[in-house]
């Protein structure tokens, strides 16, 4: 098929591509809440049939992970072969979604999907009911004229961690293995600007305690001659950054440098800071979110104010998350992380570090075929150059893809923008935007073919 005839049928198609996704964003499939199991299947058996529509052979299946006995939420494997001998591509996404419960926020309800001046809201509109629905698009374009092999797998759990992702991968190795595997999860540069995640940070949890005494004690017989575990914690949280905000974790990878700009007051906007409030770290400012470590104290176990009293608190823990730069070990960092902790206990505290999770980070090959052929279709779906970006935020499973299927070019891309406001109130996706992702595909599906 010739790439004119590729972009009409793919316009004239979308508005039933819109009307998938409107479709999709009426089933609640939120994975973290048992109370939506019965959405799970239902979600699961709606892209099925949809995929099915579209000529693919799928089916919905789940696994039990044989070390820890947990059943997999619905995920849908499918096929649609192209000619003999041509590259196979994996396409991932995911049907699972966050929930909106609790959320206030909302303009209209997160599960009646509204269009609104060029965008669709509804939770799920773009992480990740979008990335299926450029999948969908892109094959139903080209229709009996595929000219690669393409394969599917469409998650039910990524947003609760993936915790059953290997055994699908280990149970089903063989229909997965491609020479190119597409995560359709992360966000292009902004509407207009298609890119590719070239670099994921990779994240682990640690918990610190600290310990002072071996019992409560009153503040004011004993306060003066040893510091309360609260207060000694505090110290040493406080000591986990420099003067200018760096992490001071020494022996950590960073780069300084990102192949964007991101305007710093388009930033204040995003992140809803408060007046005044000063920026961290150096550096480019995208670099600081997607090449360079990160800490944040995101929890703490000590006595609230409400029920506070006047005692010397024996023993008080944070959790701590450190998101590392693409291409570290997270193995190592935990290690430089536990040492330092250990190293700088206030007054002789006693500190017990313990790693909770680890997640590895991603850096793309930028000089793989598939990229150079994926930038192309950007560039000329969306008329306009595509970028690499980087992504403060962690795909682990990423990894995993790496580890067992290591002949794959790997490619992750995505219709998120920085008005998706993803996990959050008024979740929407730029309809215009996911056209040009769509057209991107297929263009490429041609491309890799030749």
């Not at 209209?108 to 992480?127: A, M, N």
């Amino acid at each position: 098929m010739e790439e004119t005839a590729l972009r009409e049928k793919m316009t004239q198609d979308f508005p039933a591509i819109v009307g998938f996704l409107k479709e999709l964003l009426k089933i609640p499939s939120v994975s973290s809440l048992p109370e939506h199991e019965k959405d799970m299947v239902k979600s699961a058996q709606f892209v099925r049939s949809q995929l099915e529509g579209a000529g693919v052979d799928a089916k919905v299946i789940q696994v039990t992970d044989p070390n820890t006995g947990e059943v997999s939420r619905p995920a849908i494997l499918g096929v649609k072969a192209g000619p003999e001998n041509a590259p196979t591509v994996l396409l991932y996404a995911h049907h699972d979604v966050q929930p909106a419960a609790g959320q206030s926020g909302w303009d209209t309800p997160p599960f009646e999907p509204v269009e609104k001046d060029g965008r669709l809201y509804g939770r799920g509109s773009s992480d990740d009911g979008a990335g299926i629905a450029v999948h969908l698009a892109a094959l139903r374009a080209w229709g009996e004229e595929l000219p690669v092999t393409v394969k599917l797998f469409i998650e039910g759990e990524e947003e609760v961690g993936s915790p059953t992702f290997r055994a699908l991968l280990e149970q089903n190795l063989d229909f997965m293995r491609s020479d190119v595997i597409m995560v359709a999860d992360s966000s292009n540069w902004d509407p207009e600007t298609p890119a590719l995640t070239s670099g994921l940070r990779g994240v682990l949890s640690t918990t610190v305690e600290v310990r002072t005494l071996t019992h409560a004690v009153h503040s004011g017989e004993f306060g003066g001659v040893a510091l309360d575990a609260l207060t000694s914690l505090c110290r040493l949280l406080a000591t986990l950054h420099d003067e200018k905000g760096r992490v001071a974790v020494p022996g950590l990878k960073r780069e300084l440098e990102a192949d964007v700009d991101y305007p710093e007051a388009e930033l204040r906007e995003q992140m809803g800071m408060v007046p005044g409030l000063e920026l961290i770290g150096e550096g480019d400012l995208a670099s600081r979110m997607w090449s360079q470590p990160a800490i944040s104290v995101i929890g703490l176990d000590a006595p609230t104010v409400a029920n506070s009293s006047n005692t010397l608190i024996p023993s008080a823990a944070a959790r701590i998350s450190m998101r590392i730069a693409p291409g570290e070990d997270p193995l190592s960092a935990a290690a430089a992380l536990q040492k330092y902790l250990e190293n700088h206990a206030p007054f002789g505290a006693e500190v017990k570090v313990t790693i909770n999770e680890l997640g590895p980070s991603y850096a793309a090959d930028l000089e793989a075929e598939a990229t150079k052929l994926m930038h192309e279709a950007l560039t000329d779906a969306f008329e306009k150059t595509s970028v690499n970006i980087g992504s403060g935020g962690s795909i682990p499973f990423i990894a995993t893809f790496r580890e067992l299927i290591p002949e794959a070019q790997i490619l992750v891309t995505g219709v998120e923008d920085p008005l998706s406001q993803a996990h959050s109130e008024n979740e929407s996706q730029d309809l215009e935007e996911m056209r040009k992702a769509a057209l991107a595909e297929a263009l490429f599906f041609g491309r890799l073919g030749a």
